[in-house]
Protein backbone atom coordinates (compact mmCIF):
# COMPACT_ATOMS: atom_id res chain seq x y z
CA UNK A 1 0.00 0.00 0.00
CA UNK A 2 1.10 3.54 -0.90
CA UNK A 3 1.78 5.41 2.06
CA UNK A 4 0.79 9.04 0.73
CA UNK A 5 -0.76 8.74 -2.68
CA UNK A 6 -1.78 11.55 -5.06
CA UNK A 7 -3.73 11.56 -8.46
CA UNK A 8 -3.35 12.44 -11.33
CA UNK A 9 0.42 12.22 -11.42
CA UNK A 10 -0.05 14.38 -14.60
CA UNK A 11 -2.41 16.70 -16.14
CA UNK A 12 -1.83 18.77 -19.21
CA UNK A 13 -4.51 21.36 -19.58
CA UNK A 14 -5.11 24.45 -21.35
CA UNK A 15 -4.99 28.35 -19.57
CA UNK A 16 -7.81 29.33 -17.88
CA UNK A 17 -8.97 25.90 -16.47
CA UNK A 18 -9.75 24.68 -13.23
CA UNK A 19 -7.77 21.78 -11.67
CA UNK A 20 -7.95 19.55 -8.89
CA UNK A 21 -5.06 17.25 -7.06
CA UNK A 22 -5.95 14.71 -4.47
CA UNK A 23 -4.29 13.56 -1.93
CA UNK A 24 -4.40 10.64 0.88
CA UNK A 25 -1.64 9.13 3.29
CA UNK A 26 -2.63 6.42 4.98
CA UNK A 27 0.03 6.71 7.92
CA UNK A 28 -1.93 8.11 10.48
CA UNK A 29 -0.51 11.10 10.52
CA UNK A 30 -1.95 14.27 12.10
CA UNK A 31 -0.05 17.23 9.22
CA UNK A 32 -0.56 17.55 5.36
CA UNK A 33 1.57 19.42 3.30
CA UNK A 34 1.41 20.56 -0.17
CA UNK A 35 4.30 21.72 -2.16
CA UNK A 36 5.34 23.09 -5.78
CA UNK A 37 8.62 22.07 -7.21
CA UNK A 38 9.30 24.38 -9.71
CA UNK A 39 11.41 23.96 -13.06
CA UNK A 40 14.69 24.86 -11.30
CA UNK A 41 13.61 21.80 -8.83
CA UNK A 42 12.84 24.78 -6.02
CA UNK A 43 10.57 23.40 -3.34
CA UNK A 44 8.25 25.59 -2.10
CA UNK A 45 5.61 25.16 0.91
CA UNK A 46 2.30 26.17 0.07
CA UNK A 47 -0.09 24.89 2.69
CA UNK A 48 -0.48 23.05 5.26
CA UNK A 49 -3.38 21.58 7.56
CA UNK A 50 -2.93 19.78 11.42
CA UNK A 51 -6.16 17.77 11.87
CA UNK A 52 -8.08 19.43 9.16
CA UNK A 53 -7.10 22.89 10.13
CA UNK A 54 -5.31 24.84 7.92
CA UNK A 55 -2.11 26.17 10.14
CA UNK A 56 0.35 27.49 6.88
CA UNK A 57 -1.11 29.34 4.43
CA UNK A 58 1.85 31.07 2.71
CA UNK A 59 2.29 34.16 -0.36
CA UNK A 60 0.06 31.77 -2.98
CA UNK A 61 -2.62 33.41 -5.23
CA UNK A 62 -5.50 32.62 -4.09
CA UNK A 63 -6.53 30.75 -7.20
CA UNK A 64 -5.19 27.92 -5.02
CA UNK A 65 -7.30 26.40 -2.98
CA UNK A 66 -6.60 23.97 -0.68
CA UNK A 67 -9.32 21.88 1.15
CA UNK A 68 -8.76 18.90 3.81
CA UNK A 69 -12.21 16.75 4.21
CA UNK A 70 -10.40 14.74 6.81
CA UNK A 71 -6.99 14.37 8.38
CA UNK A 72 -5.79 11.55 5.87
CA UNK A 73 -7.21 13.69 2.57
CA UNK A 74 -5.49 16.64 1.02
CA UNK A 75 -6.69 18.39 -1.84
CA UNK A 76 -5.93 21.41 -3.90
CA UNK A 77 -8.11 23.40 -6.37
CA UNK A 78 -6.37 25.76 -8.44
CA UNK A 79 -8.55 28.23 -10.50
CA UNK A 80 -7.95 30.12 -13.78
CA UNK A 81 -4.75 28.21 -14.31
CA UNK A 82 -1.82 30.33 -15.91
CA UNK A 83 1.28 29.15 -17.68
CA UNK A 84 3.48 29.80 -14.24
CA UNK A 85 1.53 27.41 -12.53
CA UNK A 86 3.71 24.74 -14.31
CA UNK A 87 4.96 22.53 -12.11
CA UNK A 88 5.36 19.77 -10.09
CA UNK A 89 2.89 19.67 -6.54
CA UNK A 90 4.05 17.67 -4.02
CA UNK A 91 1.46 16.10 -1.26
CA UNK A 92 3.64 15.34 1.88
CA UNK A 93 2.54 14.01 5.85
CA UNK A 94 4.32 13.90 8.78
CA UNK A 95 3.48 13.69 12.63
CA UNK A 96 4.29 16.25 14.96
CA UNK A 97 8.04 17.49 14.33
CA UNK A 98 8.91 14.15 12.19
CA UNK A 99 10.45 13.80 8.65
CA UNK A 100 7.93 14.79 5.96
CA UNK A 101 6.62 11.44 3.94
CA UNK A 102 6.10 12.18 0.29
CA UNK A 103 3.49 11.52 -2.60
CA UNK A 104 5.01 10.42 -6.13
CA UNK A 105 4.14 14.37 -7.25
CA UNK A 106 1.75 15.74 -9.94
CA UNK A 107 3.05 17.05 -12.60
CA UNK A 108 1.18 19.93 -13.89
CA UNK A 109 1.62 21.36 -17.56
CA UNK A 110 -0.54 24.49 -18.54
CA UNK A 111 -0.32 25.26 -22.51
CA UNK B 1 15.84 35.95 3.42
CA UNK B 2 17.37 32.67 2.60
CA UNK B 3 17.42 30.41 5.72
CA UNK B 4 18.76 27.11 4.00
CA UNK B 5 22.16 27.66 2.00
CA UNK B 6 23.08 25.10 -0.52
CA UNK B 7 26.38 26.76 -2.47
CA UNK B 8 26.57 24.14 -4.58
CA UNK B 9 24.88 23.56 -7.73
CA UNK B 10 26.60 20.49 -9.05
CA UNK B 11 29.37 18.09 -7.57
CA UNK B 12 31.18 15.29 -9.10
CA UNK B 13 32.48 12.40 -7.05
CA UNK B 14 34.71 9.14 -7.95
CA UNK B 15 32.82 6.02 -6.99
CA UNK B 16 33.43 4.69 -4.39
CA UNK B 17 34.98 7.74 -2.76
CA UNK B 18 33.20 10.39 -0.19
CA UNK B 19 31.52 13.36 -0.78
CA UNK B 20 30.82 16.42 1.45
CA UNK B 21 27.58 18.47 0.51
CA UNK B 22 27.27 21.69 2.41
CA UNK B 23 24.43 23.49 3.65
CA UNK B 24 24.12 26.16 6.08
CA UNK B 25 20.81 27.61 8.10
CA UNK B 26 19.51 30.59 10.01
CA UNK B 27 17.26 30.57 12.76
CA UNK B 28 16.16 32.16 15.94
CA UNK B 29 14.42 29.04 16.78
CA UNK B 30 16.76 27.49 19.49
CA UNK B 31 14.81 23.86 18.82
CA UNK B 32 14.66 23.16 14.91
CA UNK B 33 15.40 19.95 13.15
CA UNK B 34 18.17 19.50 9.79
CA UNK B 35 17.14 16.90 7.14
CA UNK B 36 18.42 15.66 3.89
CA UNK B 37 16.47 14.47 1.14
CA UNK B 38 17.31 12.54 -2.13
CA UNK B 39 15.81 13.25 -5.10
CA UNK B 40 16.62 10.67 -8.08
CA UNK B 41 15.71 11.32 -11.72
CA UNK B 42 12.24 9.79 -11.13
CA UNK B 43 11.24 12.40 -9.03
CA UNK B 44 10.90 10.56 -5.75
CA UNK B 45 11.60 12.47 -2.58
CA UNK B 46 13.30 9.89 -0.22
CA UNK B 47 14.01 10.74 3.43
CA UNK B 48 17.91 10.31 4.27
CA UNK B 49 18.83 11.59 7.40
CA UNK B 50 17.61 13.82 10.49
CA UNK B 51 19.59 15.99 13.02
CA UNK B 52 18.17 17.54 16.22
CA UNK B 53 18.87 20.61 17.25
CA UNK B 54 19.62 19.78 20.47
CA UNK B 55 21.79 16.00 19.62
CA UNK B 56 25.09 16.23 21.08
CA UNK B 57 26.34 13.62 18.61
CA UNK B 58 26.52 13.66 14.79
CA UNK B 59 23.12 11.45 13.28
CA UNK B 60 24.27 8.85 11.00
CA UNK B 61 22.42 6.09 8.66
CA UNK B 62 24.37 3.52 6.66
CA UNK B 63 26.46 5.31 4.27
CA UNK B 64 25.46 9.01 5.57
CA UNK B 65 26.50 11.06 8.02
CA UNK B 66 25.35 14.46 9.17
CA UNK B 67 28.29 16.96 10.22
CA UNK B 68 26.21 19.41 12.10
CA UNK B 69 28.39 22.36 13.62
CA UNK B 70 25.50 24.00 15.78
CA UNK B 71 27.33 27.22 15.78
CA UNK B 72 28.55 27.89 12.17
CA UNK B 73 25.19 26.58 11.51
CA UNK B 74 25.85 23.84 9.27
CA UNK B 75 24.82 20.57 8.63
CA UNK B 76 26.82 19.16 5.88
CA UNK B 77 25.51 15.50 4.51
CA UNK B 78 28.72 13.18 4.25
CA UNK B 79 27.75 10.09 1.81
CA UNK B 80 30.68 7.76 2.62
CA UNK B 81 31.68 5.00 -0.60
CA UNK B 82 29.58 6.64 -3.10
CA UNK B 83 27.96 4.36 -5.79
CA UNK B 84 26.43 5.24 -9.16
CA UNK B 85 22.84 5.25 -7.72
CA UNK B 86 23.57 8.14 -5.95
CA UNK B 87 23.39 9.95 -8.50
CA UNK B 88 20.63 12.36 -7.98
CA UNK B 89 19.53 16.24 -6.54
CA UNK B 90 19.74 16.24 -2.38
CA UNK B 91 17.85 18.80 -0.22
CA UNK B 92 18.83 19.71 2.33
CA UNK B 93 15.64 21.25 4.85
CA UNK B 94 15.29 22.56 8.22
CA UNK B 95 11.73 22.06 10.33
CA UNK B 96 10.86 25.13 12.79
CA UNK B 97 8.33 25.67 15.03
CA UNK B 98 5.11 27.43 13.29
CA UNK B 99 1.66 28.91 14.59
CA UNK B 100 -0.04 25.35 15.45
CA UNK B 101 2.97 23.04 14.14
CA UNK B 102 6.20 23.09 12.43
CA UNK B 103 7.31 24.47 9.30
CA UNK B 104 10.09 22.71 6.83
CA UNK B 105 11.61 24.38 4.48
CA UNK B 106 14.17 23.07 1.86
CA UNK B 107 17.39 24.39 0.27
CA UNK B 108 18.25 24.62 -3.52
CA UNK B 109 19.48 21.65 -3.75
CA UNK B 110 22.82 20.12 -5.17
CA UNK B 111 22.51 17.84 -7.88
CA UNK B 112 25.73 15.21 -7.68
CA UNK B 113 26.65 13.12 -10.15
CA UNK B 114 28.77 9.81 -9.06
CA UNK B 115 31.63 8.82 -11.85
CA UNK B 116 32.25 5.52 -12.73
Known amino acids: DTAVSQTPKYLVTQMGNDKSIKCEQN?????MYWYKQDSKKFLKIMFSYNNKELIINETVPNRFSPKSPDKAHLNLHINSLELGDSAVYFC??????????FGEGSRLTVL | AQKITQTQPGMFVQEKEAVTLDCTYDTSDPSYGLFWYKQPSSGEMIFLIYQGSYDQQNATEGRYSLNFQKARKSANLVISASQLGDSAMYFCAMREGYTGGFKTIFGAGTRLFVKA
Open chain 1, 27 to 31: LGHDT
Open chain 1, 92 to 101: ASNMAAGELF
